[in-house]
C-alpha cells in the first residue's frame, strides 16, 4: 500500500521571530510563548510534550508526556521510574523535549540533562492529584506486558478497595524528572519554508549564547 503525501504542504505566516524580540535568558521567551500557547483557542493542551530518550535497546524512542511545572533551573514531569523512559534515563540522562502547536505554527526543542526531583517534591505533587489518579500509579506496572485490560481493571478495582477511606501514599516508584537544560531552540513557521530559528546554549559560566540557524 502507498499513499503519496508530496502535496500536503501549507504556507506558514502568522508570527515572526527576530533576534530584538529575544530576550537573554530563553526561559523569559520559554514563558511568553508558553502562556501564549495556553490562552490560544488554537491550542488545546499547551503543556503536552514529547520526551526523547534513548532506550536499553539502543534506539530513540520518542512519547507525550504533561509538562507539570517549569522554573528557571528547568522543566518538570512525572512518570513511573521503572517504565521504559524511567529505565532509559537512568541509564543515560541525556534526552530532549519538544513542544508543537500547529496552531501558532512555533516550535521549541530542548536538550538537557534528567535528574530526580526532590521526594518531597514528588510527594507535594503526589498529593494534588485525584485519587483515581493516585491508584492508577500503583495499579500500572508501566511498559510491562498485561495479560488483558480486564486485569488491569481488576486490579485497579482491588486498590480501590483497599484504600477506601484511606490516604493514599506515593509509590516509591513513582516521582518526577527534572530536566537541565543545555540547549533550547525556538522555531517559528514563516513563507517559502525560511523559517525562523533561534538557539540558546548554556556556556560554562551559565550565561547563554544565541545564535540564528538557517532554515
Given at each position: 500500500?502507498?499513499?503519496d503525501l508530496s502535496n500536503h504542504r501549507?504556507?506558514?505566516e502568522k508570527?515572526?521571530?527576530?533576534?530584538?524580540?529575544c530576550p537573554e535568558n530563553p526561559i523569559e521567551l520559554f514563558q511568553q510563548w508558553f502562556l501564549n500557547a495556553d490562552a490560544s483557542e488554537m491550542v488545546t493542551e499547551a503543556n503536552a510534550m514529547t520526551v526523547s530518550s534513548i532506550g536499553l535497546d539502543g534506539f530513540p524512542k520518542n512519547r507525550v508526556v504533561l509538562l507539570k511545572k517549569y522554573t528557571w533551573e528547568g522543566f518538570i514531569f512525572y512518570t513511573n521510574y521503572?517504565?521504559?523512559k524511567g529505565k532509559a534515563i537512568a541509564a543515560n540522562n541525556n534526552v530532549c523535549l519538544s513542544f508543537?502547536?500547529?496552531?501558532?505554527?512555533?516550535?521549541i526543542i530542548i536538550?538537557?540533562?534528567?535528574?530526580k526531583l526532590a521526594e518531597n517534591l514528588s510527594d507535594g505533587y503526589f498529593e494534588s492529584r485525584p485519587d483515581g489518579s493516585k491508584l492508577g500509579a500503583w495499579a500500572s506496572n508501566q511498559s510491562e506486558v498485561v495479560a488483558s485490560r480486564e486485569t488491569l481493571d481488576n486490579d485497579l478495582k482491588a486498590l480501590e478497595t483497599a484504600y477506601a477511606q484511606k490516604e493514599i501514599p506515593r509509590p516509591n516508584h513513582w516521582g518526577g524528572f527534572l530536566i537541565k537544560p543545555v540547549s533550547i531552540e525556538f522555531w517559528q513557521g514563516r513563507?517559502?519554508?525560511m523559517h525562523?530559528?533561534?538557539?540558546y546554549t548554556l556556556q560554562k559560566d551559565f550565561s547563554w549564547k544565541k545564535e540564528r540557524l538557517a532554515p
Open positions: 500500500m502507498a499513499h501549507k504556507s506558514y508570527l515572526a521571530l527576530l533576534e530584538s524580540n521503572n517504565s521504559e508543537f502547536w500547529p496552531g501558532l505554527e512555533q516550535q536538550k538537557g540533562n534528567a535528574e513563507p517559502n519554508r525562523d530559528r533561534i538557539r
